[in-house]
């Protein structure tokens, strides 16, 4: 029985379980009822008993009584009484022969029957009639001595009779009172017996059968609990024995199976994952592999040897981030982030911590994975070291800015164009002192073209590989020169939010060009003259001092001499800048170039403006060479261009009214002195700006700025404004006045 | 790095098991306990019924209730002995109630000598089991009790129709013996009866016996008849002999006798009656049933056994004969066992006792019976009773119970209408005899026939 529940399933088997407590509950309950239905059916049978005597000791009762009347009547000898009274008699016996056996009747039919009673009811039954009979027929004959002997005579027999009966009956009764007082004891500590018992076998049985069903499940579920925990964890040699035939039995059998499969494809995945890694390890990449957290779970040889700490010691790294550059964290979270929820794959440059402390470049391919549900499961990281290539890159981007103004520049003054003794003369000294890496100072007016000369110095020098940084000293607000110039730190000042490379830094292996030297402010005058002499300097809030190796041009079209003995420029700085001094001729000191200036200008613009200009009007050439050109090459430059864009023919000419007259006459009116000449240029050309900036409504740069109007460079035209003192505001305030 | 790990459903099957254990025996042992004590654990022992005569004569009702209490001593069985009314007819019909009833009829029960043929398919055949006991027993008595072959009763008391009698009257008025004749008797009678009554007993009668209708009166004119050489009312070989003159002559006498020497109300007597009146010194004579043994060398014996005046004055001898003799009824009974019994062996067991115990009862009497004090009293009676032991046995008036069968309490009931219609003046007694006679052959199919000498 026990062995065919074993195999039963778990769900029969709680209802087998189930059904025996009910059963048991039953057997209680009935038993209890069936307690109460003997105490009943034992009252009954007491009744019974008792009317049964009852009916009995009537009988008695009735035919002594009735006896004892008919002895008075004999002895009054009244015939018709005792006709009347053994009538009596006789209905009276039969009433109570039927009682008594009706109450025989209702005896219980496993009651003990006195067999005697029924029996004797019969006989007095059948003897009474006949023995009155008798009696009354004595009477009837007047023999009242036999009538009164017969009735004496009869008595005795009835009595007994009768009284044996009552006797019997009663006995029964008081058999049955005291068997029923027994039975009621026993029924009732019976009950007191099952009632309890009952309750203690139903609690007993539901505990051990809850017990027996709870373990029945809980040990096999432990056990593959305790399995498919330890196999989570990747112990794959996990086994679980059940016994029986329940449906626990064979998930553990099929738990066995699959641990078996798993520990073969285990052992195979590991042997893939040992060969994967060695070749991961191989790689140069730096590979990574990450938890849907963020937690980290793979990392290659590389990039272990990279961040200087064993696997182990990653693993316990809660998350990654502590290597990244702290510039770099918020974009790689965002990158991260933009990974996880778009689930694409995102690439990030990053720079991440060496083992030593030290920062490098990485392109990083975070690739997220998901499963079939669309959850993240893993992050695979790919990084490559760029750092070469981004400082390259961070070079390349300062030196193209550079580059670009450069560019700027070289579109108009790309190539020294002349053969004038002038320029020869010029020319002879950069070929001098170009190899040389001695610092020069390119002095002339604007327009001349100082840092085409200055270009030509670098391209001619050993550092002509590296960069040719430029920078205009008086395109720069005072404040922001210096971090220019020099770089600076990070939160150096206000707005500084990342470090910065200053052009020296960049400049570093090639050349700078500082134009407008004359435009320093003092402070910067002392930090450049520190370059100069000890070639290092330190970034704006840093203290870190770097040294760069750079050869350093200056350029200005201010008298220094006027500036120095004015105390607005170091003297010392300026005798450090004149090494080497090249003064560049203006343009009308070689008019000699200027054809071939025009021809190789109007040859620059027609290809740009895609024109085909196959000659230059003699007038328009010597229109030209009779100009002054106070803004020497530059405003050559800017109006030829103007006339190749408007030229319509072939052949280039100019508007005469494009050149302002005043040049005539300043050629023509003769200054009394140098100095006078000096006062009188100056303003000339302050006259000539403030009707520009009038003419611009006080804009300096742009299209439409004073500095096109005026054909010079907009550094030139701020450098002019401020040393003539021009207040530009005032243009804009009033444009028509 | 295996670790196995082991469970199984087999654990389940431990605990279940204990609890199968527990909670397996757990309903037997509360049923054993609850069905174990609802009914008494001793058993009943077994319980004979026994429908007895005698229940008419209480002073046989302590002896009879000893013997059975030493019947239960000895055996373990219970007797439960039930009453019998006191007219054989109303014996008969009880017995006959009560073995037709499915359940409570009589085990055993005593049966009138003239009813075995009556209940004959409700009876056992007893030659078999109790033939130990029958080896003992008188033949002739025990034919009594044989129907078809069959031994339906054991013959258990022996009764004998007798003459009692007043020994100090007959002392006094000077008669040395007892009557012989009924002649002798009525004589006797008149002459004590008007003695007495000249005494100033008014009341006093010289002779009283059985003349209600009831088989006594059967008893009494068979007698009569017997004395009269009148036959006995059907003879052996079946033929109806009641209609003759010896018998029309002994039914008149009888006749004669009333209000003569028996009182008017001697047709409501029966047994009780008449005895009732001996008793108290109302007659001279009476009729009434004596003992006898049943034991085949058994003496006759008087089975007086009141106590009362009578019983040291009353001597007993035969019943008065005429010109062939005097002859007593034969009566008593025998011990049958029912055939609806459902303890035929305890019933059996007994019969077997009572019949063993009456044997051994009557030859203690029958060896002592000179030295009972009521013989001593009456010298002559018991003289005559003594020698008695021979013509008692050639002088019985068998009743024809055994040719009659089962019609014989028709035959009775016809015979007593037609005696008592005689006695009470109703018809004469030619006449009655003739209306008996063609009734009996209606009941019978008999012929009709003479008396036959030898009955």
Known sequence: MISQINQLKIG??????????????????????????????????????????????????????????????????????????????????????????????????DAPRDIGVLPTVEAVKITLPPQLDAVIALAVAADWDAVRLRLANEKAPLEASTSDLVRNVQRQVSDELAHSVVQHERLKRRILLIVPSTALVMLLASTLLGLAITRSISDPLRLLVQGSTALARGDFDQRIQLFGNDELAHLGSVFNETTTKLRELYRQKQSSEAELRQMLDLTPQYLGVLGADGTPIYANRASLDYLGMGLDEWLQRKQIGEEIHPDDLERVVSGLNRALSTGSTVEIEERVRKGDGSFRWFLSRCNPVRDENGKMTRLYLASTDIHDRKSAEERLQLENVALREEIDRASMFEEIVGTSKPLKAVLSQIAKVAPTDSTVLITGETGTGKEVIARALHKRSRKSGRAFISVNCAAFAPTLISSELFGHEKGAFTGATQRRLGRFELADGGTIFLDEVGELPPDTQVALLRVLQEREFERVGGTQSIRVDVRIIAATNRDLDAAVAGGSFRSDLFYRLQVFPIEIPPLRERRDDIPLLVEYFIDRYARKAGKNIRQVNQETLELLQSYAWPGNIRELQNVIERSVILCETETFSIDESWLPQQPQTFLTAKPKSQVELSRRLEEQEKDMIEEALKASRGRVFGPTGAAAKLGIPRSTLESKIKSLKIDKNRFKTDPEG | MSSARRCSVGDFAVVRHKFAKIGGLWPV?????????????????????????????????????????????????????????????????????????????????AVDVIWPGVLESDLVDLRHDMADEIQSLEPQLLRSYESDGKLLAIPYTVQVGVLQYR?????????????????????????????????????????????????????????????????????????????????????????????????????????????????????????????????????????????????????????????????????????????????????????????????????????????????????????????????????????????????????????????????????????????LEKELVRITGFPIGPPLKGD
């Not at chain 1, 307690?35 to 002594?64: G, Y």
């Not at chain 2, 026994?50 to 209480?58: C, S, T």
């Not at chain 2, 109630?97 to 009589?106: H, I, T, V, W």
Request: hydrophobic share 40%; proline share 5%; glycine share 8%.
């Open chain 2, 29 to 109: 042992l509360l049923l054993s306990l609850i069905f174990g004590g609802c009914h008494p654990t001793k058993p009943e022992p077994t319980t004979v019924s026994y429908l007895r005569l005698g229940w008419a004569q209480p002073d046989d009702l302590p002896e009879m209730e000893t013997l059975l209490r030493q019947f239960t001593r000895e055996t373990g069985i219970r007797v439960r002995d039930l009453p019998v009314p006191e007219t054989t007819f109303d014996q008969l019909d009880l017995s006959r109630r009560l073995l037709k009833q499915a359940d409570g009829g009589p085990d055993v029960l």
């Open chain 1, 12 to 109: 029969p088997r709680l209802m087998v379980s189930f059904a025996a407590i009910v059963w048991l509950m039953l057997v209680g309950n009935v038993l209890l009822v069936w307690q109460f239905f003997l105490v009943s059916q034992q009252s009954d049978r007491v009744s019974a008993f008792a009317r049964e005597l009852a009916a009995v000791s009537l009988l008695q009762t009735d035919i002594l009584s009735l006896d004892a009347r008919l002895d008075l009547l004999a002895k009054s000898e009244d015939l018709d009484a005792l006709g009347r009274e053994a009538r009596n008699l006789r209905s009276i016996l039969s009433a109570d022969g039927e009682s008594v056996r009706d109450a025989l009747v209702h005896l219980p039919s």
């Open chain 2, 167 to 435: 020994t100090d009257l007959l002392r006094e008025y000077g008669y040395q013996h007892p009557p012989k004749t009924w002649d002798e008797l009525e004589n006797m009678a008149a002459r004590i009866q008007a003695g007495e009554r000249t005494k100033g007993n008014k009341d006093f009668w010289g002779y009283v016996w059985q003349g209600a209708a009831a088989e006594a009166l059967t008893c009494n004119a068979i007698e009569w008849q017997a004395a009269a050489g009148g036959g006995r009312i059907i003879e052996s070989n079946r033929t109806i002999s009641v209609n003759n003159p010896a018998a029309i002559r002994s039914w008149q006498r009888a006749k004669h006798w009333i209000g003569w020497i028996s009182p008017p109300s001697v047709l409501a007597y029966q047994e009780l009656d008449s005895l009732n009146i001996f008793d108290k010194g109302g007659a001279a004579f009476g009729r009434i049933w004596g003992g006898a043994s049943i034991t085949r060398m058994g003496l006759f014996r008087q089975m007086h056994w009141r106590n009362s005046l009578a019983q040291s004055i009353t001597g007993y001898t035969t019943i008065p004969g005429g010109s062939t003799g005097g002859a007593g009824t034969l009566g008593g009974s025998g011990l049958a066992v029912s055939q609806h019994s459902p303890h035929r062996r305890e019933s059996i067991e007994l019969g077997r006792f009572l019949i063993r115990t009456q044997i051994h009862s009557n030859q203690v009497e029958e060896s002592a019976v000179v030295d009972r004090p009521g013989f001593r009293s009456a010298d002559s009676a018991s003289e005559a009773s003594r020698t008695s032991k021979t013509s008692v046995r050639a002088r019985l008036a068998i009743r024809p119970s055994g040719e009659t069968g089962p019609q014989y309490e028709q035959v009775a009931r016809a015979y007593i209408d037609a005696v008592h219609s005689v006695l009470t003046g109703e018809k004469v007694a030619p006449e009655a005899a003739a209306a």
